[in-house]
C-alpha cells in the first residue's frame, strides 16, 4: 500500500460556485462523463431559466466511481479515528468559511429562501464537526473468557456506500450520509436529485481540499437509470437511500439481489397535534413552520394537523391570518418566508392535490394557487400555502405525502381519539404534540409511532439526534451516535 502524506495532493482550488461542469467528481477531480445515457436540464426554479444541462452517467463511468471508491477505501479505512476525524473537522471549517457562497447556490438550484439555505448548510458544518469528534471516542469491546482467554469486538466500516439523494435539502442529504460514512472509514460514490445536481459536486471538492484521499468521495450525475445502476453495482457493500417510498421500495428491492445494506430515509404523513390549553400564539407559529418551510416540501412537515374540537375555530381564524402575513417572492430576497416550487411538474402535482381535495369536500380557507411575479420571476412556480378545512381522514390529501405547502386542518375530541387517527398511516417519520400538561405531552408521544417526536416545537433536527422513520417512513437512522451502527459492521475475534 501506497504511503499516504496528504501534503502529496493538497490543493487549494478555486470553488467552482457556480453552474459549470463538469459535474462528476471521481478520483479527486471534476471529470465528464464517458458513457452518458442522456442529459437533464436543470432550470433555477426563481425564474425557471435554464441553469444547465447535466450529463446523465452511464454504466463505465459508475464502475470508474466505484474503482476511485474502492481504492480510497484501501487509505482511508487504514487511517485512525483520530486521523479521520481531524479532518473531517477541517471540512467542517471550510463550509463555514464558504458557507455564504454554498447557501446562494443551493438557494439558485432549489428555490428555497435564502435564510433557510444558510440554516442548511450551516447544519452541514455542524455534522462534519459533530462526527469528525465523536468517531475519536469509538472504541471496541474486549470480552474476558474463561481461563485466561478473551475476545474481542471490532467495529470495522463496510467499503464503498451509494449514496442517493432527493432535492429538497441537497447539501445536507449527501452531508447526513457521507460525514457518519467517512467517519466510520467508508468511502462513498454519491448521485445527488438530476433537480439538485451542483452542491454535492462543491462539497466533493471541499473533501478534497483539506487533504482526505482521492476517491473517498466521488459524486455521479443522472436520474433513475443512473441510480438504479449505482444500486446493481456488485462492488457497492451498502445503500443509503433519501426520497420517495416507491423509488425506496425498489432501492430495497436492488439491495435484496446481493444482499446489500440499506437505510432509506422516506416520506411522511406526520400529525401535528394541538390541546385545548396550549399555548396558542406558540402552536400557530409551529404549525407554519411544520408545514410551509421550504414551500412545505420537507419530509417531516406535519401536514396534518388535529385541533381539539373546543378551540379549532379561533385556531383556524388565527392561522389564516398568519400565514397571508407570509412574503412569497424572490427566494435571495432577505424578507421571503415562501420561495419557488422545484420544478413546474411538482407545481402542477401539487395543485392537482388541492383539486382533488376540493372535489372530496375539501374548503380552501387560504391559498393554493400559483402566484405570478413580476419579471424575471414571471416563469417561475410560486404557490401560495393552502389551508384546507373540512377534512376527513379517508380524503386523498390527508392520507399522501403532498410534499407541497398544503396544511389539511382536523378536529378532534379525545386524546384517546386523536392519538387512534394520527397512527392510521402507513407512514411514521414524525409528529409533534402541544399542550402545557407535561404528562399529557409524555402519554401522548410515547403513544405515537413515529420516529421523531416534538413537545411545544416543530422540525428541530440537529446532527446530534438520530432521525430516521418507524413503518414505511424508513429503515435505520441517521445521524447522533445511532448512525454508527448503520455505517460498520462488527468483527468478533
Ligand atoms: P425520488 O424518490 O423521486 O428520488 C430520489 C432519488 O432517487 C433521486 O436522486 C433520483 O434520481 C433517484 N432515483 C429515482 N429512481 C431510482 C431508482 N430506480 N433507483 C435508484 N435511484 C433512483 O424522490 P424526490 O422527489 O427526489 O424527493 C422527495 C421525496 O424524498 C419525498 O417523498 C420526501 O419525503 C423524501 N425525503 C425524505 C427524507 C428523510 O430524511 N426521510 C428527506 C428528504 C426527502
Not at 467552482?16 to 471534476?30: D, K, T, V
Not at 436540464?41 to 452517467?57: G, I, N, Y
Not at 411522511?268 to 406558540?282: A, V
Request: proline share 5%; glycine share 8%.
Amino acid at each position: 500500500m501506497p504511503l499516504y502524506r496528504p501534503s502529496d495532493q493538497l490543493v487549494v482550488r478555486k470553488l467552482s460556485l457556480c453552474e459549470n461542469g463538469p459535474f462528476n467528481f471521481i478520483a479527486g477531480a471534476r471529470v465528464a462523463p464517458i458513457d452518458t445515457i442522456g442529459e437533464t436540464k436543470v432550470f433555477e426554479p426563481a425564474t425557471r431559466s435554464l441553469l444547465c444541462k447535466v450529463p446523465c452517467s452511464g454504466l463505465k463511468d459508475i464502475d470508474l466511481a466505484v474503482s476511485s471508491a474502492k481504492e480510497g477505501f484501501l487509505i482511508w479505512s487504514q487511517f485512525s479515528n483520530t486521523e479521520r476525524g481531524r479532518l473531517l473537522t477541517a471540512v467542517s471549517n471550510k463550509i463555514r468559511y464558504h458557507l455564504e457562497d454554498i447557501a446562494r447556490l443551493e438557494v439558485k438550484n432549489n428555490g428555497k429562501p435564502i435564510w433557510e439555505a444558510r440554516l442548511d448548510i450551516e447544519s452541514c458544518a455542524d455534522a462534519f464537526e459533530y462526527f469528525g469528534g465523536i468517531i475519536m471516542a469509538l472504541t471496541g469491546q474486549h470480552i474476558p473468557l474463561h481461563n485466561d482467554s478473551f475476545a474481542l469486538v471490532c467495529r470495522e466500516p463496510l467499503g464503498v456506500i451509494a449514496g442517493i439523494g432527493a432535492w429538497n435539502f441537497p447539501m445536507q442529504t449527501a452531508t447526513w450520509k457521507a460525514a457518519p460514512a467517512l467517519a466510520c472509514g467508508n468511502t462513498m460514490v454519491y448521485k445527488p436529485s438530476q433537480l439538485t445536481p451542483l452542491t454535492a459536486v462543491v462539497l466533493a471538492e471541499l473533501i478534497c481540499d483539506v487533504g482526505i484521499p482521492h476517491g473517498v468521495f466521488n459524486v455521479i450525475q443522472g436520474a433513475a437509470t443512473t441510480g438504479s445502476l449505482l444500486c446493481e453495482h456488485p462492488q457497492v457493500a451498502k445503500l443509503s437511500f433519501t426520497g420517495s417510498l416507491p423509488t425506496g421500495t425498489k432501492v430495497m428491492t436492488s439491495a435484496a439481489t446481493n444482499i446489500k445494506k440499506v437505510t432509506l430515509e422516506l416520506g411522511g404523513k406526520s400529525p401535528l397535534i394541538i390541546f385545548q390549553d396550549t399555548n396558542m400564539k406558540n402552536a400557530i407559529k409551529a404549525t407554519l413552520m411544520g408545514n410551509f418551510l421550504s414551500q412545505g416540501e420537507v419530509c417531516s412537515n406535519g401536514t396534518r394537523v388535529f385541533v381539539h374540537k373546543n378551540i379549532a375555530s379561533e385556531f383556524l381564524d388565527k392561522l389564516v391570518r398568519a400565514t397571508k402575513k407570509l412574503r412569497i417572492g424572490n427566494p435571495m430576497d432577505e424578507t421571503t418566508t415562501v420561495g419557488a416550487t422545484i420544478s413546474k411538474e411538482h407545481a402542477e402535482r401539487v395543485l392537482d392535490y388541492i383539486s382533488g381535495a376540493k372535489e372530496e369536500g375539501a374548503v380552501v380557507e387560504y391559498g393554493g394557487e400559483r402566484v405570478i411575479l413580476p419579471p424575471p420571476f414571471d416563469q417561475g412556480y410560486y404557490l401560495s400555502p393552502c389551508i384546507l378545512s373540512n377534512c376527513r381522514d379517508d380524503m386523498l390529501v390527508v392520507r399522501e405525502e403532498v410534499f407541497g405547502a398544503v396544511l389539511s386542518f382536523l378536529t378532534f375530541s379525545s386524546e384517546d381519539e386523536v392519538i387512534c387517527r394520527a397512527n392510521d398511516s402507513p407512514f411514521g417519520l414524525a409528529g409533534a404534540v402541544f399542550t402545557n400538561d407535561l404528562q399529557q405531552a409524555f402519554r401522548v408521544v410515547r403513544r405515537l409511532e413515529a420516529g421523531t417526536l416534538w413537545i411545544n416545537t416543530y422540525n428541530i433536527y440537529p446532527p446530534t439526534l438520530p432521525f430516521g422513520g418507524y413503518k414505511q417512513s424508513g429503515l435505520g437512522r441517521e445521524n447522533g451516535t445511532a448512525v454508527l451502527e448503520y455505517y460498520t459492521q462488527l468483527k468478533t475475534i
